[in-house]
């Protein structure tokens, strides 16, 4: 088996996933680029190449189950193995003004929507995953989340968190949840797993708002997906460090 590292990232066509596709490419991992859209996917994957990453296509919709498991046999066919999993394709849900979800007047469609990209897409495609990443001599996985799902500091009338996002930072709040329960599901293992903030990123994610760039944002998430034997796990990570459940 080649001694390449191989990595799976989703919704890596764009943004903030293709940053961290690129990052890992740069260091030499061999990156599936996971994505919906088939135009998308492979021009993502041919500017890659050309910048002299080893990238592959792989088709993803992390809403389908028989989806995971295609993606995960093309994985197996093309590597046999998975060493890196980025969780990183997510939604917002619709907004109203000012990118605020109203609590008290929130469609419960789109709760189940973002739940169902968020929170649930990420166990699926880790569970489909899991088997490929078992055969790696040091397997990390990483939810990118963000500083929303920050109980500690929704919490704070101090601290300047943006707007009230009822459907969306519940959601990562519930990713933040779940990776807690993976990490102890995999104490004494060599699989380590955490979550990311890339913080406030410049993205159509955001409207291209935000102070920082989709490098930036992607940082944290390659930190992590290199993080040595005995790193840390079941953790909550931006640039400065460890955030506040």
């Known amino acids: 088996m080649s001694e390449t590292k191989i990595a799976l990232v989703t919704g890596a066509n764009k943004g903030i996933g293709y940053e961290i596709a690129t990052g890992l490419g740069a260091l030499g991992y061999r990156v599936g680029v996971g994505a919906r859209d088939e135009a998308r996917r492979e021009t993502a994957v041919e500017k890659l190449r050309a910048a002299g990453a080893d990238a592959f296509g792989v088709p993803l919709d992390v809403t389908s189950d028989r ?4 993606a995960a046999e093309l994985i197996e066919r093309q590597a046999g193995r998975l060493d ?3 969780n990183n394709a997510g939604i917002s849900g619709e907004t109203g003004p000012g990118w605020v979800q109203d609590p008290t007047t929130l469609d419960l ?3 189940r929507m973002v739940v169902e990209t968020n929170v649930i897409g990420v166990i699926r495609v880790t569970n489909a995953m899991l088997p490929l990443l078992r055969r790696s001599t040091s397997p990390r996985i990483v939810n990118v989340s963000s500083a929303v799902a920050s109980l500690t500091r929704q919490a704070d009338p101090d601290i300047e968190i943006g707007p009230i996002m009822a459907a969306y930072a519940p959601s ?3 990713l933040n949840a779940i990776t807690v329960q993976y ?3 995999f104490a004494g ?3 380590l797993i955490n979550a ?3 913080g ?3 993205t159509d994610f955001t409207g291209f708002y935000g102070p920082r760039t989709p490098e930036q944002g992607a940082a944290t998430a390659i930190r992590l997906a290199t993080l040595p034997d005995g790193g840390p796990t079941g953790s909550f990570f931006e640039d400065d460090g460890v955030i506040p459940w």
């Open 67 to 70: 989806s995971a498991a295609d």
């Open 84 to 86: 890196v999993l980025v």
């Open 109 to 111: 469609d789109v709760v």
């Open 172 to 174: 990562k709040s519930f």
């Open 183 to 185: 990490a102890r599901q």
């Open 189 to 191: 293992t060599n699989i």
């Open 196 to 198: 990311a903030c890339p």
């Open 200 to 202: 406030l990123v410049a």
